[in-house]
């Protein structure tokens, strides 16, 4: 295939994931065109509990919104096959070709699922002006996830071409539910990171904002926990007998208000965010019921531990205080890491080679969380190397906006890097003072 039909389909891949957003765990529709291209290409797929442990999955919505999703999935045309091995909110894909040369096993990883924000209604939006705006109220692809997958996938064709020199064994595995921190670790206890040699993945814009930059290493990633909580207490008729309800919209109220207003901590950075908080049922009626979704972010695991442990002490003190309940749990949670540094040298010498490439930074903090970690953890713990990159590009807006879009033509630049690396790893030298060699045992 030629260079412009490449790029092209990868366009035309992204905007259709764009215009069918799909939230984590439900991403039926994306993962059966994943696991369909992946299939004609030759590689071997695996979904479904195979390619995610169940229990290890977390924020898995309900049966009642899993059943409606899987049902929208059939009207959109999804392959009845492909669904049948991903019921119950399993959509992790997994797509291995083996070589017929030795050589390491690689992963790659990329994830799928959209942003819960509605899209921008703008004229001047160009999703919008080019007709492929998210057609799905209060869902959006603004996170660079359609580009991701659609990222995936060219890389997927161009090692299929490939496949002849291929040494050793190329994982891609397409992830669930990035969004809160929420699929990795069942992808990495199902044992796709086990044995791989190296693991390469990244993220369009953030911090690099250029067309044509690549960011070999990202460090600084923040441990994260999410965190969904419910207060319930009793409802009354607010004007003639309020003294008989337990008002829990008003113990979530304070609750909040006292998060944000934990105390800073001396080993280093935290974060704490109430992102969504709801409750009652009328004007009239003293509030039975609030919920909240709150994300605790930390520059180590101990610190993210110690927002747990005062998150946890403020909910209990606030239910406490104004007589309701609370009961809260864990839905989400990504732990620290950053890239190997050995890495480097190699990944600037494949964008070197690269006429898309204008500008190489080799290291960048990001402060902020990324599900992948739990993944480059176990590579690491193994002997193995990874990194994250970020791939430049403007941004019509910051990600989870409403206005957010990126430059498509970073989709090439992501792709052919990743190709490259792949193919050339082989001949990597061993990381310093580690004496792992980069190969088959």
Same mark, same amino acid.
């Given at each position: ?8 389909? !990868? ?49 898995? =919505? ?23 091995? !991903? ?12 070589? &017929?040369?030795?050589? =390491? ?129 009793? &409802? ?50 003293? =509030?039975?019921?609030?919920? !909240? ?58 964008? &070197? ?35 994250? !990159?970020?791939?430049?590009? =403007? ?18 630049? &992501? ?27």
């Amino acid at each position: 295939m030629g260079r412009e039909r490449w790029l092209d389909s !990868m366009v035309l891949c992204r905007r259709d994931i764009h215009a069918h957003p799909e939230p984590g765990w439900l991403e039926y529709r994306t993962a059966a065109l994943v696991a369909s291209r992946l299939s004609a290409l030759g590689y071997t797929v695996t979904t479904g509990k195979r390619a995610c442990k169940s229990e290890a999955r977390m924020g898995v =919505p309900g049966a009642e919104t899993i059943r409606q999703h899987e049902e929208r999935a059939l009207r959109d045309g999804v392959d009845p096959a492909w669904l049948e091995q !991903m019921k119950g909110g399993h959509t992790a894909v997994v797509g291995v070709l083996r070589g &017929a040369k030795p050589g =390491p096993v690689v992963a790659l990883r990329f994830d799928m699922d959209c942003v819960e924000v509605g899209e921008s209604e703008e004229a001047g939006h160009p999703p919008r002006q080019l007709r492929f705006a998210s057609d799905r109220p209060g869902l959006m692809h603004a996170c660079g996830h359609d580009g991701h997958t659609a990222i995936g996938l060219g890389a997927a064709e161009l090692i299929a071409e490939r496949a002849g020199e291929l040494a050793g064994e190329i994982r891609l595995l397409f992830q669930p539910a990035e969004e809160g921190c929420r699929g990795a670790k069942s992808m990495v206890e199902a044992g796709w990171l086990d044995g791989v040699n190296y693991f390469l993945c990244g993220h369009i814009g953030v911090r690099s904002r250029t067309l044509g930059e690549v960011v070999a290493s990202v460090d600084g990633f923040l441990s994260t926990t999410k965190i969904d909580a419910v207060f319930r207490g009793k &409802a009354a008729h607010a004007g003639e007998s309020p003294q008989l309800g337990s008002n829990a919209l008003l113990a979530a109220c304070a609750a909040a208000l006292h998060l944000h207003g934990i105390g800073r901590h001396g080993d280093g950075a935290t974060r704490v965010n109430v992102g969504m908080l709801e409750g009652g049922s009328g004007r009239n009626v003293v =509030p039975a019921e609030a919920r !909240m979704k709150l994300e605790l972010r930390g520059e180590t695991e101990a610190l993210c531990e110690y927002m747990v442990r005062e998150t946890s002490r403020i909910l209990e003190a606030a239910a406490a205080m104004y007589g309701v309940t609370c009961e809260w749990e864990t839905v989400g949670h990504g732990t620290g890491g950053e890239g190997d540094r050995s890495l480097i040298p190699q990944i600037e010498a494949e964008c &070197a080679r690269m006429e898309s490439v204008g500008s190489f930074v080799a290291s960048m903090p990001i402060g902020a969380s990324e599900d992948a970690t739990w993944m480059l953890r176990r590579v690491r713990e193994q002997g193995g190397r990874g990194v994250y !990159m970020l791939f430049g590009s =403007p941004l019509a807006a910051g990600h989870h906006q409403t206005t957010f879009d990126f430059d498509e033509r970073v989709l090439g630049t &992501a792709a052919e890097l990743l190709v490259r690396l792949v193919y050339a790893c082989p001949g990597w030298p061993e990381a310093p003072g580690t004496g792992a060699s980069g190969g088959e045992e």
